[in-house]
């Protein structure tokens, strides 16, 4: 699965399609633990954790599960004792047709297998786009490094990946994070910046700060320089010497 492109795909999707926000948010939710755990085809997926990233009680859990299963969007096994729900999403970029409605869908029939489970601590995986790439997901990161991904927020990223790319927005934040940045007003920013100055890829932004930082360096050794010369200077002239 392309994140980008499901995310895109399930937008226009809602456009056509009326479901409550509680499943909208369940649905993201399912699409961010899927990545999490490495883009498996069949993913499980603990109550305990949907309920806590989706805000959702047991019962709204329950009714929004309901909806995504309605409009066959997604897969899902009832857990047992030891063993969490297994999910599967379908993908909305190949099973909706133009009009925006789902075709029918080929289920995979195969037993689930036993040993996936949602990692304690969060693993660094490379996840295969459509086009061959192997990517970190922007979106993820965001929420490991800035919280939650508010509707807005998650709208401007796909804007500014759609046109500067995934690596150059991942780029953005990196950087945030390093200046103590918070906000996605300062990713922005940062992004606004690159854009301006022609920067169309993750190599035209590495070249730029490079030489950005290159050039502030010489600035603060100049800055130095000046200071003790004008330091030697006055000290020159309390001592009585000659400046001539």
Known sequence: MNYIKELNAFRKWLLLTEIPTSAIALWYTLMAINNSVGWKVKFNAPNSIVQKLTGLSKQGLANARSELLEHNI???????????????????VHSVDQSGYPCTHQYDTQSYPQTLTVPKQKKKHKQDSDDG?????????????????????????????????????????????????????????????????????????????????NKNSNTVSFRKRSQKNSKSLFDELRQGGSLI
Do not use: H
């Open 74 to 92: 997604i897969v899902y096994e009832k857990g047992r004792r030891g063993k969490a729900p297994v999910y599967q999403m379908i993908s909305l």
């Open 133 to 213: 790439d192997a990517k970190e997901n922007p979106f993820v990161i965001y929420e490991q490094n800035f919280g939650s991904l508010r509707p807005i927020i998650r709208d401007s990223m796909m804007s500014w990946c759609e046109e500067l790319g995934e690596s150059v927005v991942i780029a953005a934040m990196t950087l945030t994070v390093k200046r103590g940045g918070e906000t996605f007003g300062y990713i922005e920013g940062i992004l606004k910046g690159w854009k301006n100055n022609g920067l169309k890829s993750i190599d035209q932004v590495k070249v730029y700060e490079k030489e950005r930082q």
